[in-house]
């Protein structure tokens, strides 16, 4: 069992960069995928990106590409999503989760949530 922590949100003015990070607190880290999801006011909860419990397989929202990169160090138990050129509409809770077994992250399959980091982009 792995519990979720993500940190890094806050304010930031469009065209700028953030880096989230989530610690997952538990034993065998690394068997765990981890997904990056965001909800934006009023919107369903989205996929941003996943990265496989050894780092191997990434994949990433069209919406993020070449914009948001997801790395892992499961020496630290902890997942980071580098956001740079960020716009307005990257405005949102950004919320960490695993996944057991599988080497990507859906809202489906998700076995544990974190309780989210608020990202605001500014004009």
């Known amino acids: 069992q792995v519990q979720p922590v993500e940190s890094g949100g806050g304010l930031v003015q469009a065209g700028g960069s953030l880096r989230l990070s989530c610690v997952a607190a538990?034993?065998?880290?690394?068997?765990?995928?981890v997904g990056w999801f965001r909800q934006a006011p009023g919107k369903g909860r989205e996929f941003v990106a996943t990265?496989?419990?050894?780092?191997?397989?990434?994949n990433y929202a069209e919406s993020v590409k070449g914009r948001f990169t997801i790395s892992r160090d499961n020496a630290k138990n902890t997942v980071y999503l580098q956001m740079n050129s960020l716009k307005l509409e990257d405005t949102a809770v950004y919320y960490c989760?695993?996944?057991?077994?599988?080497?990507?992250?859906?809202?489906?399959?998700?076995?544990?949530w974190g309780q989210g980091t608020q990202v605001t982009v500014s004009s």
């Open positions: 989760a695993a996944a057991r077994a599988v080497v990507a992250v859906t809202t489906t399959n998700a076995d544990y």
């Open positions: 538990g034993r065998a880290f690394s068997t765990y995928a």
């Open positions: 990265i496989s419990g050894s780092g191997g397989i990434t």
